[in-house]
Every structure is written in structure tokens, then in C-alpha cells.
């Protein structure tokens, strides 16, 4: 057992002087956009938040900001971390520290910016509670992806896993009248997918990039198919049914938190179930000591009797299960219907989080709602008198997204063997 402990030690290369600055470089820029075009262009006022739901039996009062000097100071807190990025050398979990603080800031200046256009209050709880639910599905897709690379498989699919359980659980929960059947066969979809993947890349040695793209492409053009001939012809078929919200007694009432994280649909709490089953196992348990030796030298692990096949082919589907269920929340967790094209590059973004939260549950999740922040934000500011035009603002998840994995994210090495094939001697 110590020698697969040592196996999965992972060993950090040194930053480059170019990787070292790229962080700094990063944080003055944002701190620059804070003064420079947030502050100055805010209208001159307050941006007034409100904290409480409307018809919420607790209302809090709401919460007046200034709005440029919000924005210069977030911008100086920003260049300020910069320049300490730039010429002290830090510990890593005061780098981390420093990048939720430089987020932050540039956060709380977008707010304060999109706030001061209008009088109408922006509802924080609303923001918050509509970022959870759209996190849910990247969450998912993350975890998938995850629960494949720890193990040495890239898993590009989840995009296409995502499709086919959109699909699939919005034609079965139509047909048959049952959400919770929709749920399953959404898992299963995705689970099909995760065989494929793993029947190509794992037996025949596929490569696994190649491999995912194609199953992206197999997914999408096989559902846009069906979607015409089945779903276009028969309404029956996509009938828009949905899971409602659940509100957790007591919990739910709490100002703001209540709100936010107990009370929705059935998908946030199979999310948080995810988390914490996900982050034990891999890192509190034989099964997951014996994943990460596979994804990291499966030749030694074979030596000391772990099947390594067999872990990446379980893994592998596990991980198409979990993504199912993320692709079942597009459909019957939220609109209900299934459209040609529904995930949108969220798989994408899911994999993504997960290489800027370093392969690990709780940093791919905190990347996960960071990006689905973004796209609840752009969605709010779409509803306000933002002077930038819709197709700007529905790029905000993907320009967050490269600005997290370019600028932020620095130095990551993923699992050792991840994308190699292993041929047992």
C-alpha cells in the first residue's frame, strides 16, 4: 500500500519566469478594466442591491453602493495583489486566496457598473439562486470528467453526453409521463456514450481527443436527427414537463442562504450528494487511492495486482452516468423541452472548470459556479439598460472561461497517464 501511496504523489514542476507573471499580468489587467472602463463609465450614483425575494416572508433592506468609487477601489485592491503576485513569491494557498480576491473584486465592479444604469434594484438573491442552477450542469459535467482523468482517460465527450441525456430524459419523461424515469434514462444516455468511449479508447486504443470529438459530433448530429423525425412530428414526445423546486423546511427560510441553496429543483440536491460522495471516495477510500495509482503509473499499479482496465472501463462509465444526469437537468430540471443543440458548448465549459480547478471536486466546483456566474450574469444585465448589445453579453461564459484557464489557472499538471493508453505486458 505505500508503494501506491507513493505512486500517486504528484509531483509539481517548477513555474517558469513567464508562468510566474502571467497570474500578475492578469490580476492589473482586470484591475485596469475595474477603473478604467467600469469606474469611469459608471453613472454617477449609487447601485442600489436588493437582498430579499420579492413576496419573501423576511425582507431585508436593500443595499446602496457608490458606484465608481465601488469600481476604483476593486481596481486598485486588483492592481495592488498584482504587483504583489509580480515580486514576492507566495505560498499556493495564498496564490488561491489572491485569485478569489482579484475575482471578486471584478465581480462586485460589473455589479456596481450594471446597477448604476438603472433605478430598478438588482436582486442579488436572484443572482445568486439563478447561478447555482445554472452551475448544476457544469458541476456535473466536471465531476464526469474528473471521475475519467483521474483514472488516465480524457473524457472531451461530456458534451455529447450532455445531448443524449437531455434528450433522452425529456422523450421518456414525455412518453411515459414520469420525471423520474426521464432522470434514469438521461443517466443511462449518458452512460452509453461513456461505453463507447470507453470501448474505443480503452480496448482499441483509440486517441482519446479524436475519440470525444467525434462522439461530440455523434451526439449532436444524432439527436438533431431524432429531434426532427420524432420530437418535430409528435408533440406528445417533448411534452415540456419539469421537476419543481423543493424547499428544505427551516433551512429555506434563512435570508439570502435559504433561497440560494435549499430551494430547487431535485438535480441541486443529487449535485450536492455528488460533491461530497465524489471528494470522500477519491480521497478517503481504497477505491480512490487505487484510481488516482492508475491515472498517475498504471504499469506500477498493475505490478502491486490493481486491475487497471477494469478501474478506467468503471470509471469511465461512471463518469458517462453522472454527465447524463447533468445533460437530464438542460431538459427536465429546467425548460422542460428538449431543442437541437441544448448543452451549447456547457460541456466545453465543464471540462474547462475542471482543469482550472486542477483535477480536483471542490476546486472544479468553485470553477463551475464561477462560470456559471458569468452566464446568469450576462442574462441580468441583459435585463438592464447595459449598454452593450445581447450578443456581447452571451459571450461573458466563454471569455470567463479562457480568462480563468489562460490567465489564471497558471501551472497545472494533470494526472501522469491521463490519455495514455496502457497495453498490460
Known amino acids: 500500500m505505500e508503494r501506491v501511496t507513493a505512486i ?21 489587467a482586470l484591475g485596469l478594466v ?8 459608471s453613472h454617477r450614483g449609487d447601485a442600489i442591491f436588493a437582498l430579499s425575494l420579492p413576496g419573501a416572508g423576511t425582507q431585508l433592506p436593500s443595499l446602496h453602493a457608490p458606484a465608481a468609487l465601488t469600481c476604483y477601489v476593486a481596481g486598485g485592491i486588483s492592481i495592488a495583489l498584482g504587483l504583489l503576485r509580480a515580486f514576492v513569491e507566495v505560498s499556493r494557498r495564498t496564490k ?6 482579484v475575482l471578486l473584486c471584478f465581480l462586485i465592479a460589473v455589479l456596481c457598473w450594471s446597477g448604476s444604469a438603472t433605478t430598478t434594484p438588482l436582486n442579488v438573491v436572484s ?17 464526469s470528467g474528473l471521475l475519467c482523468e483521474r483514472s488516465g482517460v480524457i473524457n472531451i465527450a461530456i458534451e455529447g453526453q450532455f445531448l443524449a441525456g437531455a434528450f433522452a430524459s425529456a422523450i421518456v419523461a414525455s412518453a411515459f409521463g414520469g420525471l423520474w424515469l426521464g432522470l434514469v434514462a ?4 449518458g452512460g452509453f456514450i461513456g ?36 420530437m418535430a412530428q409528435n408533440p406528445n414526445y417533448n411534452t415540456g414537463i419539469s421537476f419543481s423546486s423543493i424547499k428544505i423546511p427551516v433551512l429555506g427560510d434563512i435570508p439570502i442562504i435559504g433561497p440560494v441553496f435549499f430551494n430547487g429543483p431535485i438535480f441541486l440536491y443529487i449535485t450536492y450528494g455528488m460533491i461530497i460522495v465524489i471528494q470522500v471516495a477519491l480521497f478517503h477510500s481504497r477505491w480512490g487511492l487505487r484510481v488516482r495509482a492508475v491515472g498517475e503509473h498504471p504499469a506500477a499499479a498493475d505490478t502491486v495486482g490493481i486491475k487497471v482496465l477494469w478501474i478506467r ?7 458517462g452516468l453522472v454527465a447524463g444526469i447533468g445533460g437530464a437537468y438542460l431538459t427536465i430540471g429546467s425548460v422542460g423541452s428538449f431543442n437541437p443543440d441544448i ?29 456559471g456566474f458569468s452566464e446568469q450574469l450576462a442574462y441580468v444585465m441583459s435585463t438592464l439598460n447595459v449598454p452593450l448589445p445581447p450578443t456581447i453579453l452571451n459571450m461573458a461564459p466563454y471569455v470567463a472561461t479562457i480568462i480563468a484557464v489562460a490567465g489564471l489557472v497558471g501551472k497545472v499538471r494533470a494526472p501522469a497517464a491521463d490519455g495514455k493508453p496502457y497495453v498490460k505486458a
Not at 439562486?129 to 465531476?143: D, F, M, R, V
Not at 472501463?313 to 463518469?319: F, K, M, S
Open 96 to 101: 488561491r486566496l489572491t485569485i478569489a480576491i
Open 34 to 41: 475595474d477603473i478604467m472602463l467600469l469606474g469611469f463609465f
Open 186 to 189: 438521461g443517466s443511462l444516455a
Open 313 to 319: 472501463y468503471r470509471n469511465v462509465l461512471l463518469g
Open 195 to 230: 461505453l463507447l468511449l470507453a470501448v474505443f479508447a480503452i480496448t482499441f486504443l483509440v486517441d482519446q481527443i479524436i475519440l470525444g470529438v467525434v462522439l461530440d459530433v455523434l451526439a449532436l448530429g444524432l439527436t438533431n436527427y431524432l429531434f426532427d423525425r420524432l
Open 127 to 143: 443572482l445568486l439562486q439563478g447561478s447555482i442552477e445554472a452551475s448544476i450542469p457544469l458541476i456535473l459535467g466536471a465531476l
Open 343 to 371: 448543452s451549447s458548448g456547457l460541456g466545453f465549459i465543464a471540462l474547462a472548470a475542471m482543469i482550472f480547478g486542477r483535477w480536483t471536486p471542490m476546486g472544479s466546483v468553485a470553477a463551475a459556479l464561477l462560470f
Open 8 to 28: 500517486t504523489t504528484a509531483v509539481r514542476a517548477p513555474l517558469s519566469p513567464g508562468r510566474r507573471y502571467a497570474a500578475a499580468i492578469t490580476f492589473i
